[in-house]
C-alpha cells in the first residue's frame, strides 16, 4: 500500500543527524524508496542513475470525479516530512505516440489521519501526449483533479538528441505553495507551468499533510490500436532525480 512505511522513514529520519538550515540534495542512501502499481519489480532509488518504468496499458492518476477516482501507474516514490521539502526535479523521456502517453513527477499530500489513497491529494508534472504531439502536462487534484497543457519547446527536443520529447520537470515549493516549471536552456531558466495554492496550506479544509509521497510515474490510458497491440506497453525513462530537502 502507499503509506504504510511513513512510520518507517519517520525512524529513519529522527535517527540521521541533520543540519536544520541548510538545504540537501538527499543521498541515495538516506531514502526508501516503494514501488505503487509495479508487483514483483524491486524498487530502487533513481537518485544518481537513470530508470526506465515499464507502464502497462490502462493504467492512469487521474480524478475526474470522486467515483471515477483513478491511481493504477506505476509510481516509485519516497516518503518526506512535509516540512522539509523544498523540491524535486527529474528529467523524463519516452517514445510517445498515443493519446495520454504520460510520465513524470508525482507529489502526494496524504491528509492527516486519512491514509486513503482515494482522497489523497497529488501534483502529477510532466510530458503527456495529447493533440498528436507530446506536450508538458500538470494535474493538480485538490478534490478533484484539473489539468493543464503548455507546448514543448524545440530546445528541450534538441536536447534530447533524438525525436523522443525529453523535458526537465521542478516542482519547488514557496511558502504554503507549490509551483511546477519546466527547465529551459540547459536549467538556466525555468517557465512556469503552475502555482498550487494548497499544497502547503494550513487553512485548507482538509489539514496539511505531515508527510509527502515524492517519486516518478509513468501512465498509458489509452491501449494502442491494431490487432496484438492492445497490451503494449511504453518504457518512461528518467534521470537526473533529484529531492532537496532542508
Ligand atoms: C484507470 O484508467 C485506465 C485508463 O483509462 C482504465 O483502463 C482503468 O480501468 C481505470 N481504473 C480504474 C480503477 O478506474
Ligand atoms: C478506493 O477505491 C477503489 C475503487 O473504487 C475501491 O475498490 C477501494 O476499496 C477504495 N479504497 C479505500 C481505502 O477506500
Do not use: C
Not at 195 to 211: C, I, P, S
Amino acid at each position: 500500500m502507499l503509506f504504510q512505511t511513513t512510520a518507517i522513514w519517520l525512524l529513519a529520519a529522527l535517527s540521521t543527524p541533520a543540519s536544520a538550515s541548510a538545504t540537501t540534495t538527499t543521498s541515495s542512501s538516506s531514502l526508501k524508496w516503494h514501488w505503487l502499481n509495479n508487483p514483483g519489480v524491486k524498487p530502487i532509488s533513481p537518485v544518481g542513475r537513470t530508470v526506465t518504468i515499464q507502464v502497462p496499458p490502462d493504467t492512469d492518476i487521474w480524478r475526474p470525479a470522486l467515483s471515477k477516482h483513478n491511481f493504477t501507474a506505476p509510481y516509485l516514490y519516497t516518503v518526506v516530512p512535509a516540512a522539509r521539502f523544498q523540491s524535486v526535479q527529474v528529467t523524463v523521456t519516452a517514445p510517445w505516440k498515443t493519446l495520454y502517453d504520460q510520465g513524470g513527477l508525482v507529489v502526494a499530500f496524504p491528509t492527516n489521519g486519512h491514509h486513503n489513497a482515494n482522497l489523497t491529494r497529488f501534483i502529477k508534472a510532466g510530458i503527456e501526449f495529447n493533440d498528436g504531439a507530446p506536450a508538458l502536462g500538470v494535474v493538480a487534484t485538490d478534490i478533484l483533479s484539473d489539468w493543464s497543457l503548455s507546448p514543448i519547446t524545440e530546445q528541450q527536443q534538441q536536447q534530447a538528441g533524438d525525436k523522443n520529447a525529453k523535458a526537465t520537470i521542478l516542482v519547488e515549493r514557496d511558502g504554503t505553495d507549490a509551483w511546477v516549471y519546466v527547465l529551459e536552456d540547459g536549467g538556466r531558466t525555468r517557465r512556469a507551468l503552475r502555482q498550487v495554492t494548497w499544497a502547503f496550506n494550513e487553512d485548507d479544509a482538509q489539514g496539511l499533510a505531515r508527510e509527502i509521497e515524492v517519486g516518478i510515474y509513468g501512465a498509458k490510458p489509452t491501449e494502442e490500436a491494431g490487432e496484438g497491440h492492445a497490451r503494449d506497453g511504453i518504457a518512461v525513462t528518467f534521470s537526473g532525480f533529484a529531492l532537496k530537502t532542508v
